[in-house]
Each structure stands twice: as structure tokens, then as C-alpha cells.
């Protein structure tokens, strides 16, 4: 007696995940080289969220103890054998020698129902399920792991018959939320400083030299998103870059130039068990422009908006979306570099600035025709993530809403 799963679509690593908008069809095949009983049939769609956190040392000698916890996400099941029509029987049912077939259909929620579940000392979200991930802390501090599977069992009737079981993983991401409507004013974020003239090229000749100081004049570098600041994968950067001199300089023939642009796309991942918490920095470099002249004006010129196409191909990398689950969040953050320089070969000053940014897939809520039969599609509503409008400063309209609430839905 054998038992295997077969879906009506390929589950490959370079195959489309599945997302909440998606039926998990397929059917159990049950291969049976004689006559046998079975007692039930079960197949169970389900998402684990796995956490490990190297614990706070109460005692020197433990020596290093990780603070670990297992949960289910959720779980969705369907019995496919008996019918619903027969009655229960405790000798089982006699299936006829050959390949036996139950067809099935899951599918998978938009929230995880693990505070439904799961009744241990976890502080448990009513969140959007996070996408198929596993992450890993510089030296092993944290692990953490989300993972979803297709599993089936088959009961037998007796004592010395073991159930058969047989089991997939599958790969899943979640839909991008629905969108609140556009804010009045994009978000940015601005940096202003002064530079630091120095001997090397910082004077004219006929000039007497000077030590090294501040100059009176303050470069401002911004850099701006529409708001909500989202970010899709594998798309262009929707950035908008200003730069200008806020007060001349006091020495004539000292031009200030943007000389290099760096863009980068910064993780922070926490995971968290009980009272153990870790976090970690990751950093995705997205563009780095060197040898660049762009020459600064002053601020009463104009915007100092800096030429978009000097980064018009540069695009996002395809990674995981943000996420908050019960134990681990990944947030992100967008660090623009400028590099500024008194002169074409004076020597380069860096400004750095960086926006909270949320990244989304870019998978939309829509059903394919074929899935609903003689009736409109439904698409759902997915919320934002847990702690999306803090991260990207977005303020509530009303303070009758309890801290502990969830985000308000936006259509």
C-alpha cells in the first residue's frame, strides 16, 4: 500500500507561489497491490512558524540556551474518504486492488488563526500569514522559519496496521494590502550639514591658504517617495532626489558637486520568544554611481531636484515583502548616499539620509474566471501588516481606536 499527493499544477522552486487567492487542488492517489480496509482518508493544509532565540544566561554555567517555540499558523482540512454518507465503521472500509483516487480542494486563508490554536505564553497576531521564508541571525543567535505543507494520512483499521502519510511543501506568499487612498504630500526625509573645506582643492590659487573647517555653506540632501512609501519588487524606484546649497560659499570659484549616488535597501529582522528578542541588519545594494558632476545651486534657484535618470534602471530586487508574525517582523528601510565635493577633484564627503519604507510583491487580489462559475469574483481585503503605519508614520484620523486594535481597513 502506497499513498502520494498529485496537484493539478507544478510546485517547483522556479514555479508561482501560491497566495491566499489560490484553490490547492489535486487528488490522493491510494495504490493498493491487493484488497485492503481503510478506515478515513484525511489531507490537511497547514503553515508552521518555527522560532529559536539564544536565551538570556541565568546561570554561567548553562552555557548558551536557545528559548524556542512551534506553532501552527493555521490549518485547514478535508476529509476525502469515507463519503459523508456512510456510517462509521471500526473494521473500515475495503478499497479494490489498484490505483484508488480522492479528489480535494483547499485552500488558503488571509489570516493566521494561531491565537485560535496555539494557547501557550506566545502573544499571538491576528495577522496576514507571512510569506515561505527562513532566516538565520550572524552567529546563530536566532532562527526562524516559515513553512507551509500538503500533508495526507491514511487511517487503517487494527492494531498492527500504521497509518500512512505522505506530505508537500509548498511555497506561498502573501497578496499586497489593500492600499489606503493617496496621501496630500509625499513622504521624504532630509539631511543638512555643513562640509568640511579642506587644503586639497578647496581654495583657488589666488586664495590664502586656509586650515581645515567648516565652510558657511550647508548642503541639503533630500530624498522622497510618494506616501505611502511602498516599494514593489522588480520594479523602478518611484524616488525623487534634492540637493542644493543653502548659503553660498564665502570664497569665490569653490562649486560644489554631486559626485557619487549610492542607493541602498536595508532588512531589519527581529525574532522574538517570550522575553528573548534578536535583531540584525541586512543590506541589499540597489545602484552605485561614481565619476558624477552634477553641479549644486543655490537654494533660491529652484528645487535642486537631481536628474531621475541617472537611476532610471535601476530596479528593485525580487525579495521578501515585509512581514509582522507572532515571532519575527522585517522591516525596511530605503539609505540614499550623496557624495559631495568642493570642485570636480576635491576630495568626496559623504551625506546619507534613509526613508521607512514597507515592500510589497506585487501580487494583486483577483480570481481567475474559471475558479467562479456564474458569479462575479470576489476579491478580498487584506489588511496591512501589523505595525505598517507606525514604521511608515501614517497617523489615524480618530484616537477612539484602542493601541491594541488592528490596523483600520482602508478599500
Same mark, same amino acid.
Request: zero cysteines.
Given at each position: 500500500m502506497k499513498v502520494a499527493i498529485q496537484l493539478d499544477r507544478p510546485i517547483g522552486d522556479h514555479d508561482p507561489h501560491f497566495t491566499c487567492m489560490d484553490y490547492v487542488r489535486g487528488d490522493v492517489i491510494l495504490s493498493l497491490q491487493r484488497a485492503d480496509a481503510v478506515s478515513r482518508i484525511t489531507v490537511v493544509l497547514s503553515g508552521t512558524l518555527l522560532s529559536s532565540v539564544v536565551a538570556a544566561a541565568t546561570n554561567p554555567l548553562d552555557g548558551t540556551l536557545h528559548a524556542m517555540n512551534s506553532h501552527k499558523l493555521f490549518e485547514n482540512g478535508q476529509a476525502v474518504f469515507p463519503p459523508p454518507d456512510l456510517p462509521i465503521s471500526s473494521k473500515g472500509f475495503?478499497? $479494490?486492488?489498484? %490505483?484508488?483516487?480522492?479528489?480535494?480542494? &483547499? #485552500?488558503?486563508p488571509i489570516l493566521s488563526t494561531c491565537s485560535d490554536t496555539n494557547h501557550d505564553w506566545i502573544k499571538h497576531l491576528n495577522t496576514t500569514l507571512p510569506?515561505?521564508?527562513?532566516?538565520?541571525?550572524?552567529?546563530?543567535?536566532?532562527?526562524?522559519?516559515?513553512?507551509?505543507s500538503l500533508k495526507v494520512k491514511v487511517e487503517r483499521p487494527g492494531r498492527f496496521k500504521p497509518d500512512l502519510t505522505?506530505?508537500?511543501?509548498?511555497?506561498?506568499?502573501?497578496?499586497?494590502?489593500?492600499?489606503?487612498?493617496?496621501?496630500?504630500? $509625499?513622504?521624504? %526625509?532630509?539631511?543638512?550639514?555643513?562640509? &568640511? #573645506?579642506?587644503?586639497?582643492g578647496s581654495s583657488p590659487p589666488s586664495s590664502p591658504?586656509?586650515?581645515?573647517?567648516?565652510?558657511?555653506?550647508?548642503?541639503?540632501?533630500?530624498?522622497?517617495?510618494?506616501?505611502?512609501?511602498i516599494l514593489h519588487t522588480k520594479h523602478h524606484l518611484p524616488l525623487k532626489i534634492f540637493s542644493v546649497i543653502k548659503s553660498a560659499p564665502r570664497i569665490a570659484g569653490t562649486t560644489v558637486y554631486l559626485r557619487t549616488l549610492v542607493f541602498s535597501l536595508r532588512a531589519e529582522t527581529i525574532v522574538t520568544v517570550g522575553p528573548n528578542s534578536t535583531t540584525w541588519l541586512s543590506s541589499d545594494e540597489l545602484i552605485n554611481l561614481s565619476a558624477l558632476d552634477v553641479e549644486l545651486s543655490e537654494a533660491i534657484a529652484g528645487s535642486g531636484e537631481v536628474d531621475g535618470d541617472l537611476w532610471k534602471d535601476a530596479l528593485m530586487p525580487d525579495i521578501k515583502p515585509s512581514f509582522t508574525s507572532c515571532t519575527m517582523v522585517q522591516q525596511?528601510?530605503?539609505?540614499?548616499?550623496?557624495?559631495?565635493?568642493?570642485?570636480?577633484?576635491?576630495?568626496?564627503?559623504?551625506?546619507?539620509?534613509?526613508?521607512?519604507?514597507?515592500?510589497?510583491?506585487?501580487?494583486?487580489?483577483?480570481?481567475a474566471s474559471h475558479e467562479v462559475a456564474n458569479a462575479e469574483p470576489e476579491v478580498p481585503f487584506v489588511p496591512w501588516r501589523v505595525g505598517s503605519?507606525?514604521?511608515?508614520?501614517?497617523?489615524?484620523q480618530t484616537d477612539s481606536v484602542s493601541s491594541s486594535a488592528p490596523p483600520p481597513a482602508y478599500y
Open positions: 475495503s478499497l $479494490p486492488k489498484g %490505483s484508488n483516487v480522492f479528489p480535494f480542494v &483547499l #485552500r488558503f510569506p515561505s521564508t527562513k532566516v538565520q541571525a550572524p552567529n546563530n543567535a536566532a532562527t526562524a522559519e516559515a513553512k507551509y505522505s506530505q508537500l511543501e509548498l511555497k506561498f506568499m502573501p497578496l499586497d494590502p489593500s492600499l489606503p487612498p493617496p496621501m496630500l504630500s $509625499p513622504v521624504s %526625509s532630509r539631511t543638512s550639514r555643513s562640509l &568640511l #573645506r579642506t587644503l586639497s591658504p586656509v586650515s581645515d573647517r567648516l565652510d558657511n555653506s550647508v548642503i541639503t540632501f533630500e530624498a522622497s517617495l510618494p506616501s505611502p512609501a525596511h528601510f530605503l539609505v540614499v548616499s550623496g557624495g559631495f565635493s568642493y570642485g570636480k577633484d576635491g576630495p568626496v564627503q559623504l551625506i546619507k539620509t534613509s526613508l521607512n519604507v514597507d515592500i510589497h510583491s506585487g501580487i494583486k487580489s483577483k480570481i503605519e507606525r514604521h511608515l508614520g501614517i497617523m489615524r
